[in-house]
């Protein structure tokens, strides 16, 4: 029997729990969470603010009281705030300052991450949130409740500040949406879709201000305006979504890290200390699209890192298959799904990357309803061929087509292995000449 220390339990440290206590009885689990919750779903966040769920009780998928009922020792409200490497302690501090000591065979980090927030004038101004915790989503739902709020701004167009800016916009309040970059939802997706993206958005009653950088918060007690590069704007309330860092300030200087401090691991999710693994936000992925280790901040990682580190802190030698990236978004019905790199991404990282697309409609034309029109963009190496990753949208639900394209990478499939794939046809669902095929056949 060893003793298994495990530091956070949301997705990633969940998962590892459970791994461990369903398969490897034998162990004895020690878990400790600095929050009061556990496997928040932060994904509904959007979701519970802007009116679209009940509550927020199908948000937790686990709790203390099911690990307990497995057997583990749960300290909830309890911060770790050093580890003794050499000495294979944790020390920990609980709500109401009590000091705990605990001993380790084997450690699992699952710290996950922290909110990047700018070091610009007023920030900590009342009514700037951030939005990670669950306790930051249940601020923002009220304070979306109160009459005084009008106007909110959203810094950041990635994933959760689009999702967030739609939320708002359902409440009934106008969001303004603040980007440095040209678009929305750069990282993941090209013009092609992004521009489609930005359309729905002002449409809906979203003001778009991209190219601006946000310089200044207004306000004392609490937030009146806004100041960017560009101009002033009167707002009541600022939603930070900029990004997210490794949480990292219990072991950067022990273990290895990568330039933005997550730490290194290898496919077992060890870290250069034997014993001792890190997973999810806080710990670097092997990317198969990079063939490189990288940072991808997503629950799917997190949860699959932690299954790995379970098994092999329970002493089954277990390698993960690296990651994709594979992600998707719904605003307003519109939907669009991405895996691997985009063309801007593949291009920096050194890639001669070339794409292959297609427009259609998801059925034959003589299917009058529920039946849309379809844009895919695959995203190829020049040189080797290989798939580098792929892009589809949709007021279709098409997000099943993405996993094809997130194995293909995986695998190292070329382009040409996708051109006579074997994807079947029933008007019910898709065309003859299917899209997927039409791109890859595309391909020069
Ligand atoms: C609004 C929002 C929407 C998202 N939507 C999606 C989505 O649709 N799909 C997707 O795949 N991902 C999504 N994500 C990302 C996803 O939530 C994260 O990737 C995931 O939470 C990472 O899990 P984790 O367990 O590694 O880290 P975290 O969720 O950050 O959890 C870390 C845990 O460690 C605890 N902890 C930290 N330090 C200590 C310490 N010193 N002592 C004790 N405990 C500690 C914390 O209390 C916390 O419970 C979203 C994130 C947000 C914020």
Redesign the pocket.
Known sequence: MSKIVL????????AAANTILDNYPEHQVVI????S??S???????LYIGGQIDGTEGLFYSSKENFEAKKAVVHME????RIDFEGKTVY?LDKNGGELTETYDRLII??????ITPNIKGIDTPRVEC???FQ??QKIFELLGQSDIRTVAVVGAG??GV??VEAVRRRGKKPLLFEALSTSLASYYDDWFTHDMDKVLSDNGVELHYGELVQEIEGSGKVTGIVTNKGSYQVDMVIM?IG?KP?N??AAKELETLPNGAYRVNLKQETGRSGVYA?????SVYSNALQDRAYI???????R??IVAGHNAAGTPLEGAGVQGS???CIWGYKMVSTGLNLEAAKKAGFTPSYTQFEDMQKPAFIKEDNNRVKIRIVYDKNTRRVLGAQMASYQDISMGIHLFSLAIEEKLTIDRLALLDIFFLPHFNQPYNYITMAALSAK
């Open positions: 530091i956070g339990a949301n997705h990633a440290g969940t400790f969470d600095a929050n919750n556990i928040y779903l932060g994904c509904g966040t959007a309890t911060s770790v705030n920990a699952a710290t996950g991450s922290l909110p939005v990670k915790l930051d989503g994933y959760i999702e967030i979504a997210f949480n300030s219990l997973i999810g936000d806080c710990a901040a997503l629950a799917t990682n997190a949860v890192s932690g992600n998707g978004i």
